[in-house]
């Protein structure tokens, strides 16, 4: 009597991760993120004296935290719902993390292979931003009837 819980359907229960009425979490997110702390940690104690190291690793872990951060609040909102700052917030830290990393690996290659090191970074930049904030999925006009069979 007024302490009915409402029902839900089996795709909530399924995005929530339910198992049994039990609310389940997955251990292995937590445990990547232990270890990519601890690691950057011990770079950062070994690069010490190095300041230039120390930034790139502070950078690098600070952009993946926020990325993960917004890649779960993305992921939770439906898609019709998500704005398109949050898109290009995912696709801001994507990118950095990108440029960061190429740079680190493209000044140990030759010029030719970093030039192509380069083009790689470049597809993936701006693939990811035609992807996350250009792309439109057009409806299903095929199957507009569908629902009604």
């Not at 007024?2 to 198992?19: D, H, I, K, W």
């Not at 690793?57 to 935290?65: C, E, G, L, S």
């Not at 680190?104 to 931003?129: D, N």
Request: positive net charge.
């Amino acid at each position: 009597m007024g302490f009915e819980e409402p029902l839900s359907t089996s795709a909530q229960e399924a995005t929530l991760g339910n198992v049994g009425g039990h609310k389940h979490q997955t251990w292995l997110p937590t445990i990547g993120m232990v270890f990519l702390t601890i690691n950057s940690i011990i770079a950062v104690y070994r690069s010490i004296n190095d300041p230039w190291t120390v930034m790139f690793i502070v950078t690098a872990y600070a952009n993946v935290i926020l990325l993960v951060h917004y890649m779960r609040n993305v992921e939770k909102m439906p898609e019709m719902k998500r704005p398109v700052r949050m898109k290009a917030t995912v696709w801001t830290l994507a990118s950095t993390l990108t440029v960061l990393f190429t740079y680190k690996v493209s000044i140990m290659l030759p010029l030719f292979l970093a030039i192509i090191v380069w083009l790689m970074a470049c597809v993936i930049v701006f693939g990811g931003f035609y992807a996350l904030l250009v792309h439109r999925e057009e409806p299903d006009l095929c199957n507009k009837g569908a629902d009604k069979v």
